[in-house]
């Protein structure tokens, strides 16, 4: 009798409407607001052994952080400071669970959202299998064609970007899962062009150092941009 594969399923969890998920993306990547993430029970990055980026905005949280735990950070501007972890990995503003200053949390807690790397079809994007797990079990919703079409220009992007890492002469293509999704997610709209098929890798690179640089350039209040309308 086959040995049954049921311990080896895996769960889904709903990412939501991948447009709508895109959308938040961008405005969080522009400095303007994070994403609400679906956490449910999940407190993968809370008991990660992560060091978290304090930066001078979030006074709030620092005050709230025992001294014990805030550390240098070296190579960024005065102000910035770390915040450390308990031995066993836990973030000390974890409390039974729960987060103890979520209403104050810091910038990059508000910023951080595994489901990027669901998006951009790096399984193992973080490094920490309790959070690989979430990634693995995100599922997007696609309520009209264009959610369908703008994720597959993702998954495209993401893949060209580690597959021909090399065509971007002149230019330091990310290499690690993290910038290779924020990559994706900014320059996607290149692997929307119906004549992808046409052009030269060197070509195609060329078009998301640029579309990478017109995104950065972006106002931070400036909209979802380049979108298709059908």
Request: charged content about 20%; proline content about 7%.
């Amino acid at each position: 009798m086959a040995e049954s594969s049921t311990s080896n399923m895996i769960s889904s969890i709903a990412a939501g409407p991948f447009g709508q998920w895109l959308a938040e993306t961008h405005a969080a990547l522009r400095g303007n607001g994070g994403t609400n993430v679906p956490c449910g029970d999940c407190r993968g990055c809370c008991i990660s052994s992560y060091f978290i980026p304090l930066r001078p905005q979030d006074a709030a949280a620092a005050a709230k952080v025992p001294q014990e735990f805030l550390v240098a950070a070296p190579g960024l501007a005065p102000g910035h400071r770390m915040m450390g972890y308990l031995p066993d990995g836990l973030c000390p503003m974890l409390k039974v669970g729960q987060c103890s200053i979520y209403s104050e949390r810091p910038q990059t807690c508000r910023d951080y959202d595994c489901r990027i790397f669901a998006a951009a079809g790096i399984k193992a994007g973080a490094g920490k299998e309790v959070i690989n797990r979430r990634i693995r079990e995100w599922l997007f919703t696609y309520p009209t064609q264009l959610d369908r079409r703008m994720h597959d220009a993702v998954l495209a992007a993401a893949a060209f970007i580690q597959k021909k890492n090399s065509s971007f002469q002149g230019w330091r293509a990310p290499t690690a899962p993290t910038g290779i999704a924020v990559l994706a997610v900014k320059a996607y709209t290149v692997f929307l062009d119906t004549d992808m098929q046409t052009k030269t890798d060197a070509e195609i690179a060329a078009a998301v150092i640029n579309a990478n640089r017109l995104f950065d350039a972006a106002p931070v209040d400036s909209p979802l941009a380049s979108v298709p309308s059908t």
